[in-house]
């Protein structure tokens, strides 16, 4: 079983940023891979960005060169850097990992970017 914690959601304005972080613990094997997802109201959750731990990443178009993925494996900690936070980022972001054929999530966290 493995159990996913995120943190550092919150309100923020137009063109600021934000950070994510998400702590994974339990049964974690060596080879996995970690992502973020996210559900705005109304929608259907849609991929942002994920990690391999050999480093190689994968972003969704509507993030990229905003948004940085990263890892701290010896953690089995990710992090998503959000710089430049557009009101339609407004969402409620998962942390998720696949691992062994199985996909975990995290509870999420609500990134709100108003004015």
């Known amino acids: 079983q493995v159990q996913l914690v995120e943190s550092g959601g919150g309100l923020v304005q137009p063109g600021e940023s934000l950070r994510l972080s998400c702590a994974a613990s339990?049964?974690?094997?060596?080879?996995?891979?970690m992502g973020w997802y996210r559900q705005a109201p109304g929608k259907q959750r849609e991929f942002v960005a994920t990690t391999t731990t050999g480093g190689s990443t994968n972003y969704a178009n509507s993030v990229k060169g905003r948004f940085t993925i990263s890892r701290d494996n010896a953690k089995n900690t990710v992090y998503l850097q959000m710089n430049s936070l557009k009101p339609e980022d407004t969402a409620v972001y998962y942390c998720?990992?696949?691992?062994?054929?199985?996909?975990?999530w995290g509870k999420g966290t609500l990134v709100t970017v108003s004015s």
């Open positions: 339990g049964s974690i094997f060596s080879m996995y891979v």
């Open positions: 998720a990992v696949a691992m062994g054929g199985m996909n975990y």
